[in-house]
């Protein structure tokens, strides 16, 4: 159980990201998560948004270039400890997380993040093992 | 079975071709002392006169002509004929400095045009063939020349001129055609276009197209023939000596045939200038011999290139150029090294990047900077930022193999790189000197 994430290639120069940000507020596409990466000329934007397909569309007549990576996505207790806990289950599994970034949510007491693993299902199925339930989508309340 | 337009001519024995040059060679001498006072008093300076010209042997004697000369003599000063008895001017693009104006009288023109006629019949043009001419008309020679060749074979001839890329490709679909003429950056624009169309080559009804009027490479060639579906032919020529067609790629695609007939060919050493021996790299010399309003004798092209007098597959007896590595205008120096854009397009296309990129020369704390700007594709692109940094290295060790020097890779969102609809603009030199 992955969540859809959209990876966007950005130069790294002023009004890159904003070009990219307009785009999406002028569709009204919601952005549940978002990260940004940056090498020394360009970048990645990393979102989770509401409607994949519209984005995916939008960002192409745009001349966007981007890609659709599955991630996992999990609620955490908002506590000291609460993202070792998920840690320590991939890591017993041999499941490498290649970035991670955190979100916001309304539920109080929870954390949530984003991670990327190499293996999506593995690090879903070891994940469930562990009693923590990968949310499919985040629409977090 | 290989087809020519002139077979008699172009498959001639080489002590024939010599014939030809040789008597066409003294004639024109004559004629050129008689009616170019900027040329006879060159002679002059260099102590020849018409006598001493008996052949091609004696082609040596000649002093050059440069692009600087036809510069100084602008409009009128290299003209044989008198201006009532011609019919044309077509110019130069400018973009290395002041414009070029070539006249021609109607045999000149006729003449030019049979040359083009011969590149479109070794492409496999017929007049069953419908050849849409890309290439852009009006002063430029690429429109007019192969207008006149297409015609010349037989060809349905659909004069879209350059630009308005929709449309190109709507002519060619609607009317089926068959053969495509334009510049080679051009050519890859058009492709890129049909292939975001959806459009697979098996749908493009084109099976040939002839290129030219700018340096590209081998793997460029590659590139334009897998998205169009055709086999593509290089062509050669200059404003200064008609206009394309001056040589023309055969169905063995290893270089060009020079018309012989109309331009004796000579390689030299552009430092030295002396005659160089078959199959040594120097710049490219042409003596035109049958040109009556504009005939330049000795003019160097700064086409860097190598002649092979070896035997062609396709028949033909007449002399190959390899493809020019580049003008000398061309060529930049950077850091004290040489760099042809076409070395860095070798290398480009090689990693599977697109023929789309901007040289950028700069100097920064008196050192020159080099920056190759290339956009990403949606093929090049993963969320693997890794990956992506060490294709880039990848591009960085490429470029220094094939230059011996450092350069810094740029990778650009698509389309920020303006597309050619003639010739391509590869390089922006900043560097105030």
Known sequence: ?????????????????????????????????????????????????????????????????????????????????????????????????????????????????????????AGTAALCRHGIEPLEELNVE | MERYYQPEIETASREQIKAWQDERLVKQVRRVWDNVPYY????????????????????????????????????????????KDCVRIQSTSGTTGKRVVAFYTQHDIDLWE??????????????????????????????????????????????????NTERQIMFIRDLNATILCCTPSYAAYIGETMKEMGLTPDQIPLKAGIFGAEAWSEEMRHDIENTLGIKAYDIYGLTELSGPGVAFECSAQSGMHINEDHF???????????????????????????????????????????????????????????KPRGRTDDMLIIRGVNVFPSQIETVLINQGYPANYQIIVDRVHNTDTLDVQVEMTPEMFTDNMGEITARQKALVDGLRAMLGLSAKVTLVAPKTIVRSEGKAVRVIDKRKI
């Open chain 2, 264 to 322: 004796i060919a000579e390689v030299i050493d552009p430092e030295t200038s002396e005659p160089l021996p078959d199959g040594q790299q120097g710049e490219l010399v042409f003596t035109s011999i049958t040109k009556e309003a504009f005939p330049l004798l000795r003019y160097r092209t700064r086409d860097i290139c190598v002649l092979s007098h070896e035997k062609c597959s396709c028949g033909r007896t007449h002399v190959k150029m390899s």
């Open chain 2, 114 to 163: 049979d040359c083009c006629a011969r590149a479109i019949t070794a492409a496999g043009g017929t007049n069953e063939d419908v050849c849409q001419v890309s290439y852009g008309y009006g002063l430029f020679t690429g429109g007019p020349g192969l207008n006149g060749g297409s015609h010349k074979v037989g060809c349905l001839t659909i004069p879209t001129s350059s630009g």
């Open chain 2, 40 to 83: 006879r008093k060159k002679m002059e300076e260099k102590g020849v006169t018409p006598d001493d010209i008996r052949g091609t042997e004696d082609l040596k004697k000649l002093p050059f002509l440069s692009k600087a000369d036809l510069r100084e003599a602008y409009p009128y000063g290299l003209m044989a004929s008198p201006l």
């Open chain 1, 1 to 121: 159980m992955s969540v859809k994430q959209i990876s966007v290639f950005l130069e790294n120069r002023p009004g890159a990201l904003c070009e990219l940000t307009g785009v999406l507020a002028e569709n009204a596409i919601d952005m549940r998560a978002f990260s940004l990466a940056e090498a020394s000329d360009f970048g990645i934007a990393r979102i989770i948004v509401d409607d994949v397909y519209k984005t995916t569309t939008v960002l192409r007549d745009k001349g966007f270039v981007h890609s659709v990576t599955p991630v996992l996505a999990a609620a955490l207790s908002d506590t000291p400890g609460g993202l070792n806990e998920i840690l320590q289950c991939l890591s017993a599994e041999g499941i490498n997380v290649e970035y991670m970034y955190a979100f916001l949510g309304n539920t109080p007491g929870k954390a949530y993040m984003v991670f990327r693993v190499n293996d999506p299902a």
